[in-house]
């Protein structure tokens, strides 16, 4: 028992990882579900992102300032963005809820979201009237969140695009809601 001590103390591994005794949490299940029903380009995605933000965690342990990923979409975006074809950046914030930002890249949401900007977002489903990212058939599209008795809507900002209505939410991805907004 000793010898095995102290290999876990030389690995930094528990014993009951050493052992092939592990415990996953339900997020942690689902998470290596989706990674291994995933392409080699999507494992290749997740282990990336996956490293980034241990470093950034790493870094942020003692600062006020938080480090998080930036997409920026690439070509001509009007309504919604083919999230594939995005660069990606770290940028600075001092939200600490915002986990994601996306750069909003023309003028197609003036003048409450300008060329330049960035929104911040939050891990989390929207409140109604919110604003928020949503994802469904390989675009993301930032919409506000509204609720009826006929169902749901997706509101385009500033009347521009089409607004979604939809029976049920789970036909779409929320992949964040609006915290924060970083002007040009």
């Known amino acids: 028992m000793a010898t095995m001590l102290k290999i876990s103390k030389a690995l930094d591994l528990s ?6 005794d592990l415990q996953y ?3 942690e299940k689902d998470l290596i579900r989706n990674y291994r029903n995933t392409s080699d380009r999507g494992k290749a995605v997740i282990r990336l992102f996956a490293q980034v933000e241990s470093q950034m965690t790493a870094a942020e342990r003692n600062s006020d300032k938080y480090i998080i990923p930036c997409l920026i ?3 001509v975006v009007r309504d919604g963005i083919n999230y594939k074809s995005c660069d990606s950046v770290k940028i600075e914030t001092d939200n600490p809820d915002a ?3 996306i750069e909003i ?4 949401f003036a003048p ?3 060329a330049g900007d960035r929104i911040l977002l939050e891990n989390r489903f929207p409140k109604p009237r919110e604003y928020a990212v949503f994802m469904t058939a390989g675009r993301a599209y930032f919409r506000q969140y509204l609720e009826s008795d006929s169902g749901y809507i997706l ?3 500033n009347g521009r695009g089409n607004d979604m209505t939809l029976q049920r939410m789970d036909t779409v991805y929320c992949i964040g809601t609006l915290v924060g907004l970083i002007r040009a």
């Open 112 to 114: 409450s979201f300008c």
């Open 155 to 157: 509101r385009c900002i």
């Open 73 to 75: 979409p690439i070509g």
């Open 105 to 108: 890249t023309t003028n197609y």
């Open 25 to 27: 949490k339900d997020d």
């Open 15 to 20: 014993v009951n990882y050493l052992c092939g």
């Open 99 to 101: 986990y994601l930002a």
